[in-house]
C-alpha cells in the first residue's frame, strides 16, 4: 500500500507530541493532508492536499523535533575543528 510512508511519518509525529494528536487523510485522487484531532468537534486541517513525498517532507518538519545525539567523539571532534580555526 502507498501510504505506507506516510502512515509512518504521523505515527513519528504522534510520538513526538504527547498532548495533540494527529491523523493523515488520503482522498480519492491519492493525495494526503494531515489533520489535528479536535476531541468530539471537526478535525482541523493543518495542511493542502499534497503528494506522498510532499506530505512525508511536511509531516517530518511539523511539530516538535526530535534531538540529535551526539557522541562523545563527535564533541571532541567538534573541538579539534574549533582549535584549527
Same mark, same amino acid.
Not at 16 to 23: A, I, K
Not at 78 to 81: C, G, M, P, S, T
Given at each position: 500500500m502507498r501510504s505506507t510512508r506516510a502512515t509512518a511519518a504521523v505515527?513519528? #509525529? =504522534?510520538?513526538?507530541?504527547?498532548?495533540?494528536?494527529?491523523?493523515?487523510?488520503?482522498t480519492a485522487?491519492? #493525495?494526503?493532508y *494531515?489533520?489535528? =484531532?479536535?476531541?468530539?468537534?471537526?478535525?482541523?486541517? #493543518?495542511?493542502e492536499a499534497l503528494e506522498l513525498d510532499?506530505?512525508?517532507r511536511f509531516v517530518n518538519a511539523y511539530g516538535p523535533q526530535k534531538p540529535k545525539r551526539i557522541s562523545k567523539l563527535d564533541v571532541a571532534f567538534?573541538?579539534? *575543528?574549533q582549535k584549527k580555526d
Open positions: 505515527e513519528r #509525529l =504522534n510520538a513526538r507530541s504527547t498532548d495533540v494528536r494527529y491523523s493523515m487523510v488520503r485522487e491519492e #493525495l494526503f *494531515l489533520t489535528q =484531532n479536535a476531541g468530539f468537534e471537526a478535525p482541523i486541517r #493543518l495542511s510532499a506530505f512525508v567538534e573541538k579539534q *575543528l
